[in-house]
């Protein structure tokens, strides 16, 4: 998938991307032919602060990071809701 960048975004951000993407390849998710067609208005500060922080520069682009992060289970969630109410061995309350 070849994506428009912006050549003096950070490193970091590319990073992220890449693993987002990547995640979403390996669940399958960017299998297929492009039927879907998604069309909206959005404010233009936000489109331009999601610019500067991906260096993607394509609307499609954009959208298709945007729609890969979403779809992705949010690890640290996932992680709170399985040890809610459970401390370590090491752990005492006092009252």
């Known amino acids: 998938m070849a ?3 912006n050549r ?3 490193t970091r951000s590319a990073t ?6 990547e995640d ?5 998710l960017l299998d297929g ?6 069309s909206f208005r959005a404010p233009r500060a936000l489109v331009e602060a999601a610019r500067r922080e991906t260096g993607i520069d394509s ?9 890969a992060t979403l779809a992705q289970p949010d690890p640290v969630a996932e992680f709170l809701k399985r040890t809610k109410g459970a401390l370590g061995l090491g752990h005492k309350l006092d009252y």
């Not at 992220?16 to 993407?21: A, D, F, I, Q, Y």
């Not at 609307?59 to 729609?67: K, M, R, Y």
């Open 8 to 10: 003096g975004k950070a």
């Open 24 to 28: 979403a390849r390996r669940a399958g």
């Open 33 to 38: 032919d492009k039927t879907e067609h998604i």
């Open 59 to 67: 609307p499609t682009e954009l959208g298709i990071l945007a729609l």
């Open 3 to 5: 994506t428009k960048v």
């Open 16 to 21: 992220t991307r890449g693993s987002v993407l």
